[in-house]
């Protein structure tokens, strides 16, 4: 076995900044051999244990569900609910000259979706006999 040389003065000073001979690792081949197969296991059962399926994500909050529940109609629609029916209506149309022209017509409304939304049918005559929708 070599004996070592003293250390320059230059690298006592500042150490670890002058590349310096490097000592071959202690461990026989098969220690070294075992240690990669358990780090290698060690890795292999990290990655395994990544895999594992998500949780389902909790159930979100909603406001909307707070305030107005969604399993039936709400206090609006119970509102619009007194509106259905059949309606006699008058359509009024403004010309810039001249007389207002007055068209009668009916008006059909009934709940949909379940008594969530009010749907309007509107039919009305015209001067010569026809009938209209809008």
Known sequence: MRSRQPLHPVHRLLPGCFPTRRRRSGLPLPALAAWSAIGALAILAAAGRAQTPPRPAPPRHDAQNAYEPRTGPGAGQVLLARFAGDWDVVKTFYPQQGEPVRTAGEC??????????????FTFADRDGGKTTG
Request: charged share 20%.
């Open 108 to 121: 059909r409304q009934a709940m949909v979706h379940d008594g969530h939304f009010l749907q309007s049918d």
